[in-house]
């Protein structure tokens, strides 16, 4: 899948389980490991991890297997690396202390 697609796709599978704030964030040139990061909000741990595993199996029916994921065992925070595309799933609270959008933008 190129990356716009795999981008659209991961969109609309966070879309699909009710992630809130879907912000999708050019970071090619400033990081070496990915092009976006697309970052969203759940309502809980387990809204956040449900999230999170929703994205992994409907990647991997799609024949994209993700390098790794990280985080689903606490839940306030996951994250699902595509290669190109990082995808982190957070709790509100995680969202606000780290504020990733205002570091990488």
Known sequence: ?????????VVDKLDDMKGRDITVLDIEEKASFASQMIICSGNSNRHV?????HVVIECRAQGHEPLGTEGNDVGEW???DLGDIIVHVM???MRD???LE???S
Not at 49 to 53: H, L, P
């Open 91 to 93: 709790t509100d609270e």
């Open 1 to 9: 899948m190129q990356l716009d697609a795999l981008s659209a796709f």
């Open 97 to 99: 202390r780290y504020q």
């Open 102 to 104: 205002q570091l990488w």
């Open 49 to 53: 991890k449900s999230i999170a595993d």
């Open 78 to 80: 996951s994250l699902v």
